[in-house]
T-cell receptor
Framework: AQSVTQLDSQVPVFEEAPVELRCNYS??????LFWYVQYPNQGLQLLLK??????LVKGINGFEAEFNKSQTSFHLRKPSVHISDTAEYFC???????????FGTGTSLTVIP | DGGITQSPKYLFRKEGQNVTLSCEQN?????MYWYRQDPGQGLRLIYY???????QKGDIAEGYSVSREKKESFPLTVTSAQKNPTAFYLC????????????????FGPGTRLTVL
């Protein structure tokens, strides 16, 4: 089974500063990787995904993530955050031949004005 | 509009009562999922279904039951056997057919917040 680790449970950052949310996974087989965002009392919305090809993936709202197979990481970055980026962010993985997704415990991003 | 709907948004239940949460999708997705979300614990899989009339237990299936009589619908029943049912419940679906695999994404409903009084 896979597992996903989001090392930072809370990340405060000032508005317009850069941010990186870390995600590491454990798997001995090929996987697909996802980042989702959740606003309070809402469902999850897909930010970006890595299936294959270029290891640098661009998503919505100016976010991007880089897949690093050797370090089994898929860190999420944004060069300049906005107040509206305040939310919970989840990393998820699924084996390329699997049916079950595995989620990290989430990172709460708070953007400070 | 295509999407996933969950109802109700807020649900209150007395201890000892069963309650059913609704999940409907019109995305023509094959697979549907139920997750439970608690603060600091992320999403935990309760049940999932790949096709009609078939479903599998997830990591925390005890005290829950599901049915999949139609492709569009995957209701979740929280039974009185679930000792701590107060949580936020999320339904999701995805296309799990043949490649291209660009449709591996799970799409989520808006969630139902269940509170046991």
């Amino acid at each position: 089974a896979q597992s996903v680790t989001q090392l930072d449970s809370q990340v405060p950052v000032f508005e317009e500063a850069p941010v990186e949310l870390r995600c590491n996974y454990s798997s001995s087989v090929s996987v697909y990787l996802f980042w989702y965002v959740q606003y309070p009392n809402q469902g999850l919305q897909l930010l970006l995904k890595y299936l294959s090809g270029s290891t640098l993936v661009k998503g919505i709202n100016g976010f991007e993530a880089e897949f690093n197979k050797s370090q089994t990481s898929f860190h999420l970055r944004k060069p300049s955050v906005h107040i509206s980026d305040t939310a919970e962010y989840f990393c998820a993985v699924i084996q390329d031949t699997g049916n079950q997704f595995y989620f990290g415990t989430g990172t709460s991003l708070t953007v400070i004005p | 509009d295509g999407g996933i709907t969950q109802s109700p948004k807020y649900l209150f239940r007395k201890e000892g009562q069963n309650v059913t949460l609704s999940c409907e999708q019109n995305l023509n997705h094959d697979a549907m999922y139920w997750y439970r979300q608690d603060p600091g614990q992320g999403l935990r899989l309760i049940y999932y279904s790949q096709i009609v009339n078939d479903f599998q237990k997830g990591d925390i299936a005890e005290g829950y039951s599901v049915s999949r009589e139609k492709k569009e619908s995957f209701p979740l029943t929280v039974t009185s056997a679930q000792k701590n049912p107060t949580a936020f419940y999320l339904c999701a679906s995805r296309y799990s057919g043949a490649p291209p695999r660009g449709t591996d994404t799970q799409y989520f409903g808006p969630g139902t917040r269940l509170t046991v009084l």
